[in-house]
């Protein structure tokens, strides 16, 4: 199993950035693909950005493409979600989640596990 604790959200003003950082617990991080999702209210959760099991394999959602980067730290245990020239319509709580199972899994169904998720508000 792994625990998933999500940080790094808040208050920006449109155009700025963010760094959202999930830490797993564990011995085994570097055998997850993880992913990040959002939900705002009101609104199913929705895909954002998946990294595979060693970092590369990326894939985003196109309404996040050329704005947002997704990397990973196995020596950390950490998978991070870079968000830049955010937009209000980003506003939304975060989730980090993670998958043994999945490559490149946009489907939330497809993921194990989830964090508590982390609150992003974009102002306009």
């Known amino acids: 199993q792994v625990q998933l604790v999500e940080s790094g959200g808040g208050l920006v003003q449109a155009g700025g950035s963010l760094r959202l950082s999930c830490a797993a617990s564990g011995r085994t991080f570097n055998r997850y693909a993880m992913g990040w999702f959002r939900q705002a209210p009101g609104k199913e959760r929705e895909f954002v950005a998946t990294?595979?099991?060693?970092?590369?394999?990326?894939y985003y959602a196109d309404s996040v493409k050329g704005r947002f980067i997704i990397s990973r730290d196995n020596t950390k245990n950490t998978v991070y979600l870079q968000m830049n020239s955010l937009k209000p319509e980003d506003t939304a709580v975060y989730y980090c989640a993670a998958t043994p199972r999945y490559w490149r899994a946009v489907i939330a169904a497809n993921y194990d596990y989830w964090g508590q998720g982390t609150q992003v508000t974009v102002s306009s």
């Open positions: 990294i595979g099991w060693s970092g590369g394999s990326e």
